[in-house]
């Protein structure tokens, strides 16, 4: 079982960026995922002076990515790693069968990530159903600054999918940074460097476009992304994992430190 278990791992890709972040803000993500039991690849954008933090994810089995990032020339590094992350996937396109791409600080694995998926699709996973993007002043504002008003009276109703966790197939999380690119290329640079893009374009092309193969996943289900969502909807178990009221097992937590029983919680788990 171990042995299928790694074969299969072994075909799977997650891909990080943790560009000028410390061993601190990113030693949770990696020493969660590892617990889960995905024992497959790793790769971790860092700047080209990361080194301590480089050194410590070679030595947790992680493959540090350097890359060159000026904000000024780039745009904020939330949005241009979509760029070099599709620059991976092109590089290794035929290496993989499913993919994981994630926020990296505020990220913390409870069970195998990809155990976890529903289908080959792209994931698009929800926020709390408390607001949508029309009523979230944040979103709307990311929305009218990198869409037209026509795509965001379209976009108004729906609920807000976040863009910082998103599994699926390789074919359709590759399409998905294609798209993404090809996106945040027609936007001018001096726009660009303002946030928010990845959110505009993540949500049109899960909820208007549909020009990838995506399937909506609720909250809670697959990601919990507690942002939004009222702390009591969850549980610390007694071995500090993190349930719904319901007793289902997230295994991913997005935006865990929004919640302060929560971060003490994880935080207690990986002292």
């Not at 020339?73 to 994630?102: K, M, N, T, W």
């Not at 699709?121 to 009218?144: Q, V, W």
């Amino acid at each position: 079982m171990a042995d299928a278990r790694a074969l299969i791992d072994a075909r799977r890709l997650v891909l990080g960026a943790a560009v000028g972040m410390t061993v601190a803000q990113v030693r949770i993500f990696i020493e969660s995922l590892r617990l889960s039991g995905y024992g497959g690849p790793v790769v971790m954008l860092v700047g080209p002076f990361d080194r301590r933090l480089a050194a410590y994810l070679r030595q947790n089995g992680v493959t540090p990515r350097p890359v060159w990032y000026v904000r000024r020339l780039h745009g904020p590094i939330h949005a241009y790693r979509y760029e070099l992350f599709a620059r991976c996937l092109r590089e290794q396109a035929a290496g993989f069968d499913e993919v994981l791409i994630s926020d990296v600080r505020d990220v913390v694995f409870q069970a195998h990530p990809f155990a976890a998926m529903l289908s080959q699709d792209c994931h698009f996973c929800l926020e709390g159903a408390a607001k949508t993007i029309g009523n979230e002043p944040t979103n709307m504002l990311y929305m009218r600054l990198f869409l037209s008003p026509a795509q965001v009276e379209a976009l108004a109703p729906h609920r807000i999918s976040c863009c910082g966790v998103l599994l699926g197939g390789m074919p359709a999380v590759s399409a998905y940074l294609e798209r993404m690119t090809a996106y945040l290329a027609a936007v001018p640079l001096k726009v660009r460097r303002k946030i928010g893009a990845d959110t505009a374009f993540h949500n049109l092309m899960a909820h208007v476009t549909h020009e990838v193969p995506g399937t909506i996943v609720e909250n809670n289900v697959v990601v919990a992304t507690m942002g939004i969502e009222p702390g009591y909807v969850y549980v610390v178990g007694p071995d500090g994992r993190i349930c719904t009221r319901g007793g289902h097992l997230p295994a991913i937590l997005h935006q865990y430190d929004r919640i302060p029983e929560i971060r003490a919680a994880v935080e207690a788990r990986f002292p």
